[in-house]
């Protein structure tokens, strides 16, 4: 069965430093592999996927991951993170490229310090 | 974006009612909605599988006699905790996954449920 782990429940950064969300999966096959942002009172918004090919993935808001079959690791960074980004990070992985059965992780959230 | 709304985001009854939250693709249409709870501090868990004119999927654990899902049109799904009781609370969401467009799902807001 697939799973997700994500080792840290709170990350406090300050404003402009640099992040690092970790994320480590269980799956048998080609994982298909995501990370959502979940502000409060609003829906999770898809920051970057990873299917196959290049394992540093862009995504929105300045966001990248990179994909480490070796370590089994998909671990999501900002170079400089600001105030905005202060909210509740999922790392996912699907069965497939289509998203069925999203398994989620835990989730990280993120405070960000001025 | 595509944007997915939720009915209503916040509810609270009485233990035995049943309570319905609404799932509405606003602005695009989606064969396939999914729901998922969220228990406080803890990851989101796909209940169900929602296709349209179908039947509802059910994950293993899920009664679907106490959840039932209905998703009669493109862009609405409905979600019904039937003689909830207190353990039922808890924050229901759901997505929808656009039709002809697989790969990426859409999520709504979010329901707040509390069972008195």
């Known amino acids: 069965a697939q799973s997700v782990t994500q080792p840290d429940i709170h990350i406090t950064v300050s404003e402009g430093a640099s992040l690092e969300l970790r994320c480590n999966y269980s799956y048998g096959a080609t994982p298909y592999l995501f990370w959502y942002v979940q502000s409060p009172g609003q829906g999770l918004q898809l920051l970057l996927k990873?299917?196959?090919?290049?394992?540093l993935v862009q995504g929105i808001k300045g966001f990248e991951a990179e994909f480490k079959r070796s370590q089994s690791s998909f671990n999501l960074r900002k170079p400089s993170v600001h105030w905005s980004d202060a909210a509740e990070y999922f790392c996912?992985?699907?069965?497939?490229?289509?998203?069925?059965?999203?398994?989620f992780g835990a989730g990280t959230i993120l405070r960000v310090k001025s | 974006g595509a944007v997915v709304s939720q009915h209503p985001s916040r509810v609270i009854c009485k233990s035995g009612t049943s309570v319905k939250i609404e799932c509405r693709s606003l602005?695009?249409?989606?064969?396939?909605m999914f729901w998922y709870r969220q228990f406080p501090k803890q990851s989101l868990m796909l209940m169900a599988t929602s296709n349209e004119g179908s039947k509802a999927t059910y994950e293993q654990g899920v009664e679907k006699d106490k959840f039932l899902i209905n998703h009669a049109s493109l862009t609405l799904s409905t979600l019904t905790v039937t003689s909830a009781h207190p353990e039922d609370s808890s924050f229901y969401i759901c997505?929808?996954?656009?039709?002809?467009?697989?790969?990426?799902?859409?999520f709504g807001p979010g329901t707040r449920l509390l069972v008195l």
């Open positions: 997505s929808a996954r656009e039709s002809g467009r697989q790969e990426t799902q859409y």
């Open positions: 990873y299917f196959s090919g290049d394992t």
């Open positions: 602005d695009f249409q989606a064969t396939t």
């Open positions: 996912a992985v699907a069965e497939s490229e289509y998203g069925n059965k999203l398994v």
